[in-house]
């Protein structure tokens, strides 16, 4: 199977048209229109057995409003396609809409419509409309330049170490082996429903990122769903620059490892590159952690508290086709 980097990397090739907008998490298109859409898929993203169709309805929207925050927008519409097996009920489908309705609400997102389809497996795919300020520079993967600093907002590897609380649940459901788990030692109950919640509920970052993209006339931005990591290779490789990543800077939750921060993902934190000088303003939004550094060069390093630079690798952040 190909990598997903291989799929996009031909899709550029074959549509021409779409090679401008394929780099980052969202398009911005005329009239400061930003579009972006994605999929949850049963067996893949969720399973009836550990979550409830509210939480899926909540992360379905709120995955595709990260790539919003990601470009410094604010979400408007969206559109919602159901793609659905024969034995779903209308209460299980009222009950999406719940979580779907609840997310919009909060984030000011109006749905509009969507399409319905017959499937063997669940398939939520929505698009989401927002809007850029007029007159903001576009907040791309490209736009880090050597001298800049890297910054981030939240904590990270919370998601993925609530991905094994609820690996660990449906293990103890379907009595079936899930080697690799982290280890809970030491995590009351109530830690673990939280970590939970933290992934199946992930927050926008849509305020912080609005704010990140007034403060600056240049800024690269992505959100953290791939992983801590990813995001800096991604970074690294469209703006041509080498970043250096601070491990002793990382923004680490208590039972939070350096591995899971860095290549567990579904974060949906923000993760950036300004100027010393924009980054002054940014350290005023609260949350803000500067991580690391921008350089001459190329790639992605993480600086080991013994002062080693290892390279950070995208082999094992998240992949969609593994």
Same mark, same amino acid.
Request: hydrophobic fraction near 40%; charged fraction near 25%.
């Given at each position: 199977?190909?990598?997903?980097?291989?799929?996009?990397?031909?899709?550029?090739?074959?549509?021409?048209?779409?090679?401008?907008?394929?780099?980052?998490?969202?398009?911005?298109?005329?009239?400061?229109?930003?579009?972006?859409?994605?999929?949850?898929?049963?067996?893949?993203?969720?399973?009836?057995?550990?979550?409830?169709?509210?939480?899926?309805?909540?992360?379905?929207?709120?995955?595709?409003?990260?790539?919003?925050?990601?470009?410094?927008?604010?979400?408007?519409?969206?559109?919602?396609?159901?793609?659905?097996?024969?034995?779903?009920?209308?209460?299980?489908?009222?009950?999406?809409? $719940?979580? /779907?309705?609840?997310?919009? %609400?909060?984030?000011?997102? #109006?749905?509009?419509?969507? =399409? !319905? +389809?017959?499937?063997?497996?669940?398939?939520?795919?929505?698009?989401?409309?927002?809007?850029?300020?007029?007159?903001?520079?576009?907040?791309?993967?490209?736009?880090?330049?050597?001298?800049?600093?890297?910054?981030?907002?939240?904590?990270?590897?919370?998601?993925?170490?609530?991905?094994?609380?609820?690996?660990?649940?449906?293990?103890?459901?379907?009595?079936?082996?899930?080697?690799?788990?982290?280890?809970?030692?030491?995590?009351?109950?109530?830690?673990?429903?939280?970590?939970?919640?933290?992934?199946?509920?992930?927050?926008?970052?849509?305020?912080?990122?609005?704010?990140?993209?007034?403060?600056?006339?240049?800024?690269?931005?992505?959100?953290?769903?791939?992983?801590?990591?990813?995001?800096?290779?991604?970074?690294?490789?469209?703006?041509?620059? $080498?970043? /250096?990543?601070?491990?002793? %800077?990382?923004?680490?939750? #208590?039972?939070?490892?350096? =591995? !899971? +921060?860095?290549?567990?993902?579904?974060?949906?934190?923000?993760?950036?590159?300004?100027?010393?000088?924009?980054?002054?303003?940014?350290?005023?939004?609260?949350?803000?952690?500067?991580?690391?550094?921008?350089?001459?060069?190329?790639?992605?390093?993480?600086?080991?508290?013994?002062?080693?630079?290892?390279?950070?690798?995208?082999?094992?952040?998240?992949?969609?086709?593994?």
């Amino acid at each position: 199977m190909p990598t997903e980097q291989e799929i996009l990397n031909l899709i550029r090739k074959i549509t021409p048209d779409s090679k401008k907008y394929l780099h980052d998490d969202a398009a911005i298109i005329e009239n400061n229109l930003v579009l972006t859409t994605d999929t949850l898929v049963e067996n893949t993203h969720f399973t009836l057995k550990t979550y409830t169709p509210e939480e899926i309805g909540w992360k379905a929207l709120a995955v595709n409003l990260s790539d919003i925050a990601a470009m410094g927008g604010k979400p408007l519409y969206a559109l919602v396609s159901l793609s659905l097996p024969g034995k779903i009920s209308l209460q299980w489908i009222k009950n999406l809409y $719940k979580g /779907i309705n609840s997310c919009a %609400k909060k984030y000011k997102t #109006k749905i509009i419509g969507g =399409n !319905l +389809a017959r499937s063997i497996e669940i398939n939520i795919t929505i698009m989401v409309i927002g809007k850029v300020r007029a007159g903001l520079a576009p907040a791309l993967r490209s736009n880090a330049k050597p001298g800049d600093l890297v910054f981030a907002t939240g904590t990270f590897g919370d998601s993925a170490l609530g991905f094994n609380v609820i690996a660990r649940r449906l293990k103890e459901l379907t009595k079936q082996s899930r080697p690799g788990l982290h280890k809970m030692i030491g995590i009351a109950s109530s830690g673990k429903a939280l970590l939970a919640m933290t992934h199946k509920k992930p927050i926008p970052q849509i305020e912080k990122g609005v704010k990140i993209a007034k403060s600056c006339k240049r800024v690269a931005l992505m959100d953290t769903s791939d992983g801590l990591a990813n995001c800096l290779i991604q970074i690294a490789n469209e703006s041509k620059v $080498k970043i /250096i990543l601070d491990e002793e %800077k990382i923004p680490l939750s #208590k039972n939070v490892t350096v =591995n !899971l +921060a860095l290549y567990g993902g579904e974060d949906y934190q923000l993760i950036g590159t300004a100027s010393i000088n924009e980054i002054k303003k940014i350290k005023k939004i609260k949350g803000i952690h500067i991580i690391g550094k921008v350089l001459k060069g190329k790639g992605a390093f993480l600086k080991q508290r013994n002062s080693k630079l290892v390279k950070l690798d995208l082999k094992k952040s998240y992949e969609h086709f593994k």
